[in-house]
């Protein structure tokens, strides 16, 4: 017995070619880490550099001639607090529409007893390799009246089969059968136990999809594009593109010495615009890395 219990505490000891492959393993691991984030970490200095140190290539690890010029002039523009405005609002109401409309969908298509469930299952699957279109999503827009509103950005496109076949995988090992027959005989019915039980279960599932389309969101240009025409509406990339080619447009019309500050500035401004679009969403990950790392294992698995 007690040498049993020696040979289990004993270490293994690593080979040669175990400890190749072990430092192969961690500097591909290092060199995938570097080639990942340095080019973001050269944008962030670089919004803030001398655009003429920038330009002639002499940034590299550190910054150079700190200022924020491009933030100011960022800043200056009205229209950018209104497109941050919008996006906000987009990114929130069109989260709570996502969870609400697609956490229940899942949730419904994972019952066994549900009368018609592939028939549901297919109906859902349809769109994931035939769309409508362009033109017939926007004549369907132009019909229901919300060509132009708030509400374009966020109701259309709610519906995502990918967020439900990802749910419905989720309640599928997460919530058993077992668990509703036990709730039906405390007197628990289809929305009581779907509300009390169901819904504290699937934090993880519901902070990934939430992440999802947070991002979704806040990255939609494309809908905004087709779909909003109004300045009041505009969301916050639609704004930034404005910026960047106005100021792009401006350094194309300039000639000699003012021509090279022109496009010193619209470069400035362009890494200026790449580091608030992109900060928001970066800083809100690291809340629910948690969560993502659980919801994404669990509805990985096959039910």
Known sequence: MSKAKAVSTNKVKKSREDWIFDIILYTIGVLLIIITLYPMYFIIIASFSDPAAVSNGQIMFLPKGVNFKGYKQLASYAKLWTGYRNTIAYVIMGTLVTIVVNIPASYALSRKHLYGRKFFTAFYLIPMFFTGGLIPTYLAVQ?????????????????????????????????????????????????????????????????????????????SYFNALIYIRSESLQPLQIVLRSILVGNQTMSAMSTGAAAVEAKQMADLIKYAIIVVSSAPIMCMYPLVQKYFNQGVMLGSLKG
Not at 150 to 177: A, D, H, L, Q
Not at 213 to 218: D, K
Request: aromatic residues 20%.
């Open 143 to 219: 019909r229901f009246h919300l060509l132009d509103t708030f509400w374009v950005m966020v109701v259309p496109f709610s519906v995502v089969t990918y967020y439900i076949i990802v749910g419905r995988t989720f309640f599928n090992n997460s919530i058993p059968e077992d668990l509703w027959e036990a709730a039906q005989l405390d007197g628990c019915g289809y929305l009581g136990f779907f509300f009390k039980i169901v819904l504290p279960l699937s934090k993880a599932v519901i902070a990934v999809i939430a992440l999802w389309a947070a991002v979704g969101q806040w990255n």
